[in-house]
């Protein structure tokens, strides 16, 4: 078994070098890029990625699927690509966090600060955002089939191309959102105001309205 993980990164400071991160697992990747499922994640995890970014080091690619982070302080932290399926990250702050094309399938963020943050192209099936803050956030091109964004605070944010399709908005704010091209097919948008939404390019299709 080889004693170093397999992943090269392939950007920013760290590009083409060989990861150096401990354990390897029998995937032949260490615990932070291995797909194995129910990985054990060390005591401090927050700690761990926090300070990963603050010294400028790469997250490229983790795998932290699963992963307890509630109430982590993830703030601005480039969390780029990297697969968050199922983790709970209810009540984190990820203001600012750059989220584009993550992996957020099922993932539990009730409560979670999104104030700013970029998730373009991310995926976002299943997810539970209710009652999160996405003030500002870019949601450009999001896979949101069957998320729940009830009470979320959506204003001012590009929905543009998102697929919100089966999607519980319920009672959301979306003040000055573009959802120009956004597919809202049999979305529950009961409890909008309809009229604050950016009327350009929006087709409310079979969304379930009041
Ligand atoms: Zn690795």
């Known amino acids: 078994m080889n004693d170093r993980c397999a992943y090269t990164f392939t950007r920013g400071a760290d ?18 890029h291995s797909r194995e499922e129910r990985k054990p994640y060390p005591q401090g995890l927050e700690e761990f990625l926090l300070g990963r970014a603050e010294q400028g080091l790469s997250l490229e690619a983790f795998d932290l699927s699963g992963a307890f982070l509630r109430s982590a302080n993830l703030y601005a932290v480039d969390l780029t690509g990297v697969s968050l ?9 990820l203001s600012r966090a750059r989220l584009a094309r993550a992996d957020l399938t099922n993932a539990f963020l009730f409560g979670a600060m999104l104030t700013g943050a970029d998730l373009t192209g991310a995926f976002l099936i299943g997810a539970d955002f209710s009652d999160a803050d996405l003030f500002g956030a870019n949601l450009g091109r999001i896979d949101a089939f069957d998320a729940d964004f009830r009470r979320a605070n959506l204003s001012l944010t590009n929905l543009r191309d998102a697929d919100l399709t ?45």
């Not at 590009?15 to 932070?32: A, E, F, M, V, Y």
């Not at 097919?185 to 909008?192: H, Q, S, T």
């Open 166 to 210: 089966e999607a519980c908005l319920r009672d959301a704010r979306l003040k000055g959102s573009d959802l120009a091209g956004a597919r809202l097919g049999k979305a529950d948008m009961r409890g909008v105001d309809l009229s604050r939404i950016n009327p350009v390019g929006v087709n409310f299709g079979s969304a379930v309205t009041d």
């Open 15 to 32: 590009r083409n070098k060989r990861c150096t991160l401990s354990p390897i697992l029998k995937d032949g990747l260490c615990l932070w």
């Open 85 to 93: 399926c199922g983790a709970d990250l209810a009540l984190a702050d």
